[in-house]
């Protein structure tokens, strides 16, 4: 597969083919992971032109059911180590279509613009009118009006959040999907980059056309026919809500609580019967995840409306409803329309005004740091003015604001009570160890990496030993490392086992002979050494004392056994460091 | 003659599985391009409704009409396509207003549905459906 390399700075590009790179590390996070080392000089500050944005798809994307999604890789401004975010809309297809198989993005424009491909065509175009627009949406509808190939082609932009170099600025993908996490937004806009359209017509060959046909049949019956993905489909991740909160894991009220008295109203359930008006798909996609709803809002007596179209999905209403003690789920709808236009990480977003709230409760923060913004539990219209003046930075504290919660609380205090581990903040899941362990650990300190989550609930059935819960974490690390170069979006992890794979990738003739799970750690390695070089030591990631005040699903958690099994942790990656 | 209709538009999740059908079990190819069905978003008052765009084998097919060639016949209620006898001059391609035959510019053909079925079959949202 061909990578594309950008020069913002020269605005020029050149696309290469790089056959050994491909079949060394497939695709998506291993050749991500791979050209970050590559091209992110060590210790550059995540904001100067040098560091890269890396976008890489793998050999299944836009061939197989559910395989839609684009890892991006980018020293974080948040963490300043690894950053990895994973989107689906129709970016994967697109780059698939045009013809690359990564996109490496370098430099800094002189000034706002914004990145046209068209097949092997690379167009530079001026962004200064769009820049400045004070919805990420707006953009993607003035992108519409002008550039081609509309129903194949991606959109991805960032909103006034990425121009203002808020550390947490997310990508919006094609309206309704996100690189969340880690702040890409925040790099797009210390590049001048508000904005890459993509498309594509080429057609990728099969290498045997009777075995495609079967594999795409097979794994097409299972992802809509059973029940494998359902859940995804009916009520969405929203689904997690109510039975998370049932297990005294839905942190509630900046994790003073850990079971919120208004989940139902905010269920998955009460959003479906509700609000939800429509779901759509990532292309290649038959499951229709994402999940929006529409809110009719009267503006006048006479009958009058504003019609609003939001998505909405669990992380979004754990960070932005019961973490902030919302009761409601109109008005979590309003405060995720309010962040996602902003092109806000929500998850961030919800966390460092759950610990406003709390240090304003505490007398940490005084209404002339806030200017006049009052933070209680469900103020959803202080939240809203707060969202708008951490995306402005009229004064210090919303500055400290947008550099993330745990520079918020270093500089104001609470500490104890701001929920980051590693730095970023943290997800919906107060299920227990695995989490906390998982959540630090991870590559990208995400509970996507290896779902600690999940470990946490099994412990519950049958007790593991702080050894086994380890080791499931590496082990999940590890192949989720693998699956993430094939880019398969994770909610069809369980569909695609090792067999599927090969199959899959054998009708398309791109055969992999290595050890899947060699891979993965091989992957897990090259990550952990962009970690460590940019200076990232684990254990000297601080846990916040809230983790063992409030009550998990595994009751209260002890320090000393967490401490103890990220020793172990520890003591595993230096083994697989020191090994060929 | 089966006929392939559009019957729930509005129940589209614009998943492109009807698209990579057509260009895999009738093109033999991965593509969103060399398919007879096309998926585009619309815009619109809700954000972004989908248009399924499709031939819909007129009683009077208009591209019939604008063949000169003999290349597009109507036989049996179902629309034939002979590509030896296609010149490559477009006129169905800009005869057909809901831009349902798209031209191939690699191949230097139209693309005709021949209204199989195999999209109607890969639709995970009861969108489509084949009238017999």
Redesign the interface.
Known sequence: MRVLTIYLSEQKAEAEEQKELFEKYIGGDGVAAKLLLENCPKGCDALSPENPVILAIGPLT??F?TCSKVVAMFKSPLTGELGESHAGGRLG?AMR?AGYGAIVIKGRAEHPVYISIQNDSVFFRDARSIWGISSAYTVG?IL?GVEPA???RSLIRIGPAGEKLVRYANVNVD?YRHFGRLGLGCVFGSKNLKAIAISG??????AS?KK??EA?REL?DIV?NTDSLKKYHDFGTAVNVNPLNQLKALPTRNLKASQFEYAEYISGEYFAENFL????????????CIH?A?LQIPFSNGFEFE?K?IPYDYELIYALGSLLGVPMGESVLHLIEEVDHSGLDAITTGVVLAWATEAYEQRLISKRDTLDVAFFWGGVEAYAKAVRNIVRQPNEFYKALARGVAYAAGKYGGEDFALALGNLEIAGYHTGRANIVGHIAAPRHGHLDNAGYSIDQKALKKPMKPEEVVDSLIEEDYWRCFVNTLVICLFARSVYDEDKIKKALDALGATCEKDFVALGKEIFKLKYEFKLREGFRLDKVKIPKRFYETESSQGMLREEEIKEMLRLYKGKIEELLCSK | MPRLKVKNPERCIGCMSCVFACARIVHGVISTDRSAIKVRTTGGVIGSEFAIITCRLCEEPACVHACEYEALLMEKGGLKFEPEKCTACKACVEACLIGAITFDEELNKPIVCTHCGSCAEFCPHDVLEVET
Do not use: N, W
């Open positions: 836009a061939a059911p297809a279509f509808k519409r509309p129903g194949r309206t017509s080429k057609e990728l060959p099969i056309r495609y046909s795409y097409y809509v008006s429509r779901r759509v798909a990532c292309t290649g996609c038959p499951v229709g929006i529409t019609t179209m």
